[in-house]
């Protein structure tokens, strides 16, 4: 369940002009089918057998029919291994990177326009989007490198783990400042 396989038509004689197949699932509940391109997209919704019905748009009599049985996805195994190393990968590998990004920006933005903005919202604003283009211009750098595909849900990663440490590294400083304060305070209070 949930996963999902992509099924094209290979035809003949090779100066076929109409290329494009129809999908067409016994029960959609079990397996949904939808049509991209010349391709068919076939997704496991549920456990149960659907037939998948595949034909020219051009011929519907040239078809094929396949028998598919879904069954529930079981702990981390041969099979969905690849599932649970490409979540680790994204969770950790993907929230963990922009996290670390998040930090050393934005100190080296404090560092840099602190002189220049006195307002500290305005360097929050500038890191964060400057975390935000970042996550997405990646993202669509991937879409043209082969065997790599850059997704929407890899931007919404990169951007959580962005944020979530754009936050904690705001809390870090303003805790600092406090200290800081605190301490100035505590000396002018000596010195009188």
Known sequence: MGDTIYISAIFSPDNTTNLYIDVISSDAAVLAAQIEGRTGKITAKK????????????NPELSETLVFEVMPKK????????DFAS????????FLLFGVSA????WAFYLMLNKVFKKKWFIVLVSGLFGITVASVTELIQLF???RSGTWIDVGINIL????????????GFLILK???KAG??????ER
Request: proline share 2%; hydrophobic share 45%; glycine share 8%.
């Open 145 to 147: 490198i082969p065997l």
């Open 47 to 58: 456990e149960g057998t659907a037939t998948i019905t595949v034909s020219s748009t051009a």
């Open 161 to 172: 783990g962005y944020a979530v440490f754009l936050a904690l590294t705001i809390l870090f």
């Open 103 to 106: 930090i050393f920006t934005t």
């Open 75 to 82: 702990a981390i195994d041969g099979e969905n291994y690849v």
């Open 179 to 181: 200290r800081r304060q």
């Open 87 to 94: 979540f680790i990968r994204k969770s950790i590998g993907h």
């Open 185 to 190: 305070t505590n000396k002018k209070s000596a």
